[in-house]
């Protein structure tokens, strides 16, 4: 199926690894051009190297912080006009009310809650103008489980996913589609090393990380690409009619 993205321009967040480096790919499968942002410079660069070389497509790597007003604005100087924005960055820590301060707590949210709502307010006018633009929000099933012991996450997760549904229902007014999407656990660099050290916990063997997923669906993990395509599909005209909404990828976990 063509997704008709060709010559889009994308912009990914937290686009040099894992999901985000997954939806990246995903999207320059189908022919779309890449702007890929992120904190880490040689990462970004590594990344945008094989994705050009495999692909054929234009990428730009920039390198910001985007829990900052300056990394935002260096990053919407550098991206251009923008058909697809897909925000990604960021991740909160877990714990409990008293666990997590309130450094960290501001921090993460900088970067994820804001980063994903300020971004979304920089580009939103110049898709507006051109009548046409999707912007997808990659969240986390968190905040549709309101789980006690990642209460920062559950919070600015659910924060994101009413955030996502109030713009996505005034946007179409402006030819702009917002969609929040809710990936279940996914077998990141980080997840795995996360598993890794469960497993020594539990099991006594860092190798045995695959058994704690016995008990998800289809006894694994969701790949970054199964995660990546998803985002592609509702990125394209081939899901015109999709906004407001929350998309839970999750295999009924």
Known sequence: MDLEIKGKRALVTGGSKGIGKAIAECLAAEGANLVIAARTAAEL??????????????VTAIAA?????????????????????????GAIPPGG?????????????????FGYINLSRAIYPGMAARKSGVIINVIGG???????????????????????RALGKSST?????????????????????????????????????????????????????EIGWVVAFLASPRAGYVSGTIVTADAGS
């Open 45 to 58: 660069e590594a990344t945008a190297a094989d994705i050009r070389s495999r692909y054929g497509v234009e």
């Open 65 to 89: 912080d985007l829990g900052t007003a300056e990394g935002i604005k260096t990053v919407v100087d550098g991206a251009g006009e923008v058909d697809i924005l897909v925000n990604n960055a």
């Open 97 to 113: 009310l008293l666990a997590v301060s309130e450094e960290a707590w501001r921090t993460s949210w900088d970067l994820k809650v």
């Open 142 to 164: 968190a905040g549709e489980k309101f789980n006690p012991g990642y209460i920062a996450g559950t919070a600015g997760n659910a924060s994101l996913m009413g955030f996502s």
């Open 173 to 225: 007014a402006d030819g702009i589609r917002v969609i929040g999407l809710n990936p279940g656990a996914t077998a990141t660099e980080r997840q795995t090393m996360l598993a890794k050290s469960r497993a020594k916990a539990q099991l006594g063997d860092e190798n045995r990380w695959q058994e704690l997923s016995k008990s998800m669906p289809f006894g694994r993990m969701a790949k970054p690409e």
